[in-house]
């Protein structure tokens, strides 16, 4: 049996009226989708009605630094479909993923080799080696890289009441050969806020709230598309189930433990500050694609979809 109305004709929305034609689009296929929806599960008054006091609510819950609608898209997975799709990477390029909720614009320049870590930050002490190359394997001199982390109690700064230093997060600049270095924290794994409708979904899935351990990256260079991206140490637990479906198996990486004092001591360590008689080193090189690069590749996948 067909549903369709036939005095509204809802699949196309057609207004000389409106400027924008690219709105237009998606205002049409999104409602084109959502009756497609209704017919298929037959959603009837008393689920749209559900419907519609989930997302109030999800509405009324949302403050500056909880946006449930950012968490519900994240939990959906929509947030990374559109950041693959907003950021195609051509092969050989580090993948990207979405910055989360934590960034912070305009975080402290520092020299590389600086420690990100203000002093009694919880966790364990972490040594990051990274390079910055092109797809060609040459260092790009003077890349900016900001970095940003949560502590050792899995949380970020800016989670701190009355924070008004950053702390776990700074913006440093490669050397000439495209190398940089910081002392921090090994991340550990946090959950995303689950106490509103965000954390209703996941338990209606049978999903749990918790992120893999990971540090963000922001990168850009001029004449290179930026790169937002994420790394996971492989000891981490939730790797695979990963509740907003953020981690790629191309940016897990392996951790090292650097036990010897004398090594601690070259990575600018202090003795007081390891803990557990080791130091963890994770390296990391990352390749940024150019812009012609990735209007190249945008153009050849727009080809395919011919
Ligand atoms: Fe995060």
């Known amino acids: 049996m067909n549903f369709s109305c036939p005095i509204l004709a809802p699949h196309t929305i057609s207004n000389s009226l409106v400027k924008d034609p690219r709105k237009l689009q998606l205002i049409n296929a999104l409602v084109s989708h959502l009756h ?58 580090t993948d990207s993923c979405e910055a989360g909720p934590f960034y912070v614009p305009n975080a402290p320049e520092v020299p590389s080799g600086a420690s990100l870590a203000k002093v009694g930050t919880t966790g364990e002490a972490m040594f990051f080696n990274g390079t910055v190359k092109n797809t060609k394997g040459q260092g790009i001199r003077g890349a900016k890289i900001d970095v940003w982390q949560a502590d050792g109690d899995g949380i970020y700064d800016v989670q701190y009441p009355g924070t008004t230093e950053a702390n776990d997060r ?73 509740p907003v479906f953020a981690t790629r198996k191309s940016l897990i990486c392996q951790v090292v433990e650097e036990r010897d004092p004398k090594r601690w001591e070259a990575m600018g360590f202090k003795n007081r500050e390891v803990t557990r008689g080791r130091v963890w080193v994770w390296s990391f090189g990352f390749v940024l694609a150019s812009v012609e690069e990735v209007e190249e590749f945008k153009r050849q996948r727009a080809k395919a979809k011919l």
């Open 36 to 93: 497609t929806f209704a017919r298929e599960t037959s959603l009837d008054h008393a689920e749209w009605t559900k419907v519609v006091e989930f997302l109030t609510r999800a509405g009324k819950e949302s403050t500056d630094y909880k946006n449930e609608f950012i968490l519900l898209s994240d939990i959906m997975g929509l947030s990374a479909l559109v950041d693959e799709l907003t950021h195609p990477k051509p092969a050989g390029c």
């Open 170 to 242: 700074g913006k440093i600049v490669a050397e000439d050969d495209g190398t940089f270095c910081y002392r921090g924290i090994l991340p550990t794994a946090y959950p995303i806020p689950s106490d509103g409708p965000g954390g209703d979904l996941l338990r209606t899935l049978g999903r749990h709230p918790h992120r893999a351990a990971h540090i963000h990256f922001m990168l850009n260079a001029p004449g290179y598309d930026d790169l937002t991206t994420a790394l996971y140490p492989s000891h981490s637990p939730f790797l695979g189930t990963d």
